[in-house]
């Protein structure tokens, strides 16, 4: 059976690995491309870039950042932040990532999921989505709404509504953050992850708020989660990903164990 | 020397950058006087079989690649490329290169395990049951996971085609290997060293070892 996949998320600015807390008070913490490649060797099944740079010259960065993580780890990447067009999205392939993902720009221009499928096939292009919980109302049935910006700007898009857009504009995965409990540490938005993932049929990673292994059992049993992002939790080296793979695998969860 | 057959079907940089790490000299090409020169030859893909056969008839690929294998020269399939090998494809009712007898079939609709309903495609890690002792497939520890992305799997007619199989609602064929030819559902390049050794075998394979 297919294993649930673990993928540490490594935010880079600049060339450097940082992590926020709630989008807030970002530190450096080292090199994207020697984190990479250690947690390649602890197991992870897949790694996420998120560049959180704008500039063009911090591109380019990115770009060598892509072509030498592609040197040294043969496990699947996916880059976003920042991806406005197919054009952008071939030189991140080309420079050796598996997958794209999109947030805020197909919410702005969801052509670019359909354009980007068509072009690479569905399995490149991840919709991320950032997602708070809001009052249920006749614009927002599901009572989360899609917000973009790091959580700045509300869109007035159900959250529910877009995931099912996104996958039947061509997307082949959807990595879904909840902006409530990201940085918090104290769990990830079951009830959220669970309302998507069995309401679409491509894969959902569940991201934002992971601080301890027992958090990803709850997102992967009760929250259907086909994967789950983490950050902080082996950032800070709190844990190894091999430690939450035993921990997972203890608890009945068909995890990657050999590598 | 291997040869990388580029018939613009999705990105062959991650197979290049497996050889680059495993220090295997390689050519990526479509020219059959490039290709024709070669030892080894991998024909990986992604994205769809219609665009694809298009592409290879275009390249006039297909009967190269036909008369390579026949001719006992080592080939290895890679996901699209392995499905392109089979007679026929469902996806987009397409018929392929046709050295291996069946056809690649779209997973069903409704596939569950234990009450949770499987979605498609069939993305990320699993096992490959290995079946017989394949130089290409030597030295894979039982449990072994590789990662798939795929939506359709090939369906060997004659058993003897199969290398290995998987489980994802159904039991599949995941590995195919037959005189010359290996193949995979899986992406080697992109299930860390257990691929990579994989590619090292296939690039060290001689005919001497074909079954």
Known sequence: MLSKRIIPCLDVRAGQLTKGIKFLGNVDIGDPVEAAKNYYEQGADEIVFYDITASAE??????????????????????????????????????GAEKI???SEAVKNPVIISEGAKAFGSQCVVLGMDVKRVDRSAKIPSGYEIVIHGGRIYTGIDALWWAKEAQRLGAGEICLNSIDADGTQVGYEIELTRLISTNVSIPVIASGGAGEPGHLLDV??????????IASMVHYRTYTIDAIKGFLHEHGVKVRRRW | MIGIVDYRAGNLTSVARALQYIKQPFEITNKISQLSKMTHLIFPGVGAAGDAMENLHKAGLVDFIKDWVRAG????????????IFEYSEENDTPCIGLVPG???????????????LKV??????????????????????GTEFYFVHSYYPDPAEDHWVAGTTEYGISFCSAIA????????????????PGLNILVNFCHWRLADAE
């Open chain 2, 121 to 142: 495609p069939h993305m990320g890690w699993n096992e490959v049951r290995l079946v017989g002792d394949h130089p290409v497939f030597k030295d894979i520890p039982e």
């Open chain 1, 58 to 95: 911090a591109r380019d960065i990115m770009i060598d950042v892509v072509r030498r993580v592609a040197e040294t780890i043969f496990i699947p990447f996916s880059v976003g932040g920042g991806i406005r067009t197919v054009e952008d999205m071939r030189r991140v392939i080309l420079a």
């Open chain 2, 178 to 193: 037959h005189g010359s030819l290996v193949a995979t559902q899986f992406h080697p390049e992109k299930s860390g060293r």
């Open chain 1, 101 to 103: 993902s999109v947030n």
């Open chain 2, 103 to 117: 056809v690649v079939r779209r997973f069903p609709d409704g596939l569950a395990k234990e009450g949770m309903s």
């Open chain 2, 73 to 84: 020269r080592p080939l290895m399939g890679i996901c699209l490329g392995t499905q392109a």
């Open chain 1, 220 to 229: 992967l049993t009760r929250g259907s989660a086909d994967a789950a992002l």
